[in-house]
T-cell receptor, first 118, second 115 residues
């Protein structure tokens, strides 16, 4: 149980285009999901906290208009990188809080999405 | 505010040798602590977690960690390294009192296992 998927697993796009990444909790409902960015050989940096039915909470330094987050249902959050540029190339990982029980306070991570902007 | 410090960005051990990955935390409230493993181009997999129960926590793949409040440490160990243990390891802390349950990650330790 507690599986999180991401789609696509990798994407290559041209500079100036927008890219949407989906994060789904497959077998549980997640009121809160998190989006991270990871540069090569570095740790995960929290970008934003996605709350179902409300606006996302962005970390300091993350452009809200650049990285659009939508959490329209209890099993789906999307991250849209708008007008992508080469510096947006990175590994994007989402996670979702477990609903409770033995896995309370645990985050389950998606497999990540590799974005390359040409 | 919480923080995690992982000492040693790279650790190399021989196959069969003891693995010790260090993690120290800072938290103003009782923390929840986690160790995750990441293989190349993959997400994070939970190895083990401390949530204020037993201080010695056993996880998957033979790993364990001991929570030492006096030392503010949560070091990860494995008695005998296997080639398949080569990966990036992240220590993370969560505020036990927070509703959002955000994680703060350490900088990571790359484990290399030598034949």
């Amino acid at each position: 149980g507690a599986v999180v998927s991401q789609h696509p697993s990798w994407v290559i796009c041209k500079s100036g285009t927008s890219v949407k990444i989906e994060c789904r909790s497959l077998d549980f409902q997640a009121t809160t999901m998190f989006w991270y960015r990871q540069f090569p050989k570095q740790s995960l940096m929290l970008m934003a906290t996605s709350n179902e039915g409300s606006k996302a909470t962005y970390e300091q330094g993350v452009e809200k208009d650049k990285f659009l987050i939508n959490h329209a249902s209890l099993t789906l959050s999307t991250l849209t990188v708008t007008s992508a540029h080469p510096e947006d190339s990175s590994f994007y990982i989402c996670s979702a809080n477990s609903p409770g029980g033995p896995s309370y306070n645990e985050q389950f991570f998606g497999p990540g999405t590799r974005l390359t902007v040409l | 505010a919480q923080s995690v410090t992982q000492l040693g960005s790279h650790v190399s051990v021989s196959e069969g040798a003891l693995v010790l990955l260090r993690c120290n935390y800072s938290s103003s409230v009782p923390p929840y602590l986690f160790w995750y493993v990441q293989y190349p181009n993959q997400g994070l997999q939970l190895l083990l977690k401390y949530t204020s129960a037993a201080t010695l926590v056993k996880g998957i793949n033979g790993f364990e960690a001991e929570f030492k409040k006096s030392e503010t440490s949560f070091h990860l160990t494995k008695p005998s390294a296997h080639m398949s243990d080569a990966a990036e390891y992240f220590c993370a802390v969560s505020d036990s009192s927070g509703s959002a349950r955000q994680l703060t990650f350490g900088s990571g330790t790359q484990l290399t296992v030598l034949p």
